[in-house]
């Protein structure tokens, strides 16, 4: 299989976008799937995602006409797009970084990155953010996300490419590790 990454541009991915999405949710799959693959938490609309991607598009893995994988992009002016993700928002920026709060730096959110399951293990989600890095670095100073502590898996694979957890936090749903890829 051969992909490519690139920035999404049409209404059909961002349907493929909620397709994946809705297959990998944790709500959607077994606890053992969970912990072997990983999942995702939230399930978004069309609507919201339209409005995501007119901020800033969100990078995507295709082959051929598949998707292969996608990472949301969610700056800021994104947190009154997503209400459940407010709190989130808000709590990054009273974060501690390097000895400032992360509201102090150009910062921005992965919304949620997810690797269709017939894509996983070729380097899908590494390219993934290695397209973000490309296409947002020199704007933003690093990019920001959390991850459920039992997420073994996307920890890892976030670990692998150059994040770092910089606070744990315990909420209703479940206990995050908040971590960072540094850019600057």
């Known amino acids: 299989m051969a992909y490519h990454t690139t ?30 693959q990983g999942f995702v938490s939230l399930q978004h609309t069309l609507p919201v995602l339209k409005q995501m991607h007119d901020i800033a598009p969100s990078i ?5 006409d598949q998707l292969a994988g996608y990472a949301l992009t969610m700056p800021r002016e994104c947190s009154h797009i997503v209400p459940d993700l407010a709190p989130m928002f808000s709590s990054f920026d009273q974060t501690p970084w390097n000895g400032r709060l992360l509201s102090e730096y150009r910062f921005y959110v992965m919304g949620q990155i997810c690797v269709a399951e017939a894509w996983r293990g070729q380097g899908v989600f590494d390219a993934l953010y290695q ?25 890892r694979a976030h670990e692998r490419v150059g ?22």
């Open 7 to 36: 920035t999404v541009s049409t209404d059909a991915e961002l349907q493929q976008i909620l397709q994946l999405q809705a297959e990998n949710l944790r709500t959607n799959i077994s606890a053992e799937t969970q912990q072997q």
């Open 60 to 64: 995507i893995a295709v082959d051929g």
């Open 131 to 155: 397209q973000h890095k490309t296409s947002y670095s020199k704007g933003f100073d690093c990019i920001v996300t959390e991850i459920a502590t039992r997420n073994l898996r996307s920890i």
């Open 163 to 184: 994040f770092k957890t910089i606070h744990v936090h315990q909420d209703e749903l479940d206990e995050w590790a908040v971590v960072l890829w540094d850019w600057s």
